[in-house]
């Protein structure tokens, strides 16, 4: 069973910045649309950021637009959110999942961002 291990979570102030990074152990990693979710309680898992295999596209939920930025590298397997002015309703846990067509979704257990005011 592939799984996703995300970190960098934890606690920030409000306009403050965390690093996400997110290792995906699939050999085919470069072949992989990756993104980033988050869940707040009681909600559903939402799409904040999506990359393509390559990079060259990425599509943001409009609430994180010009504040939070997807990369990733091929070379390592690994998938970022450099999310930066955060915001109190930017709480909550983030999942990193590894998609493309014919193939099963994984996805990671999420690492817990807390923004305080």
């Known amino acids: 069973q592939v799984q996703l291990v995300e970190s960098g979570g934890g606690l920030v102030q409000a306009g403050g910045t965390l690093s996400l990074s997110c290792v995906a152990p699939l050999s085919t990693f470069s072949n992989f649309f990756m993104s980033w979710y988050r869940q707040t309680h009681g909600n559903q898992r939402e799409l904040v950021a999506r990359i393509s295999p390559g990079g060259g596209t990425t599509t943001y939920d409009d609430s994180v637009k010009g504040r939070f930025t997807i990369s990733r590298d091929n070379s390592k397997n690994m998938v970022y959110l450099q999310m930066n002015s955060l915001k109190i309703e930017d709480t909550g846990v983030y999942y990193c999942?590894?998609?493309?067509?014919?193939?099963?979704?994984?996805w990671g257990r999420g690492t817990q961002v807390t923004v305080s005011s």
């Open positions: 999942k590894a998609d493309r067509v014919g193939r099963p979704v994984y």
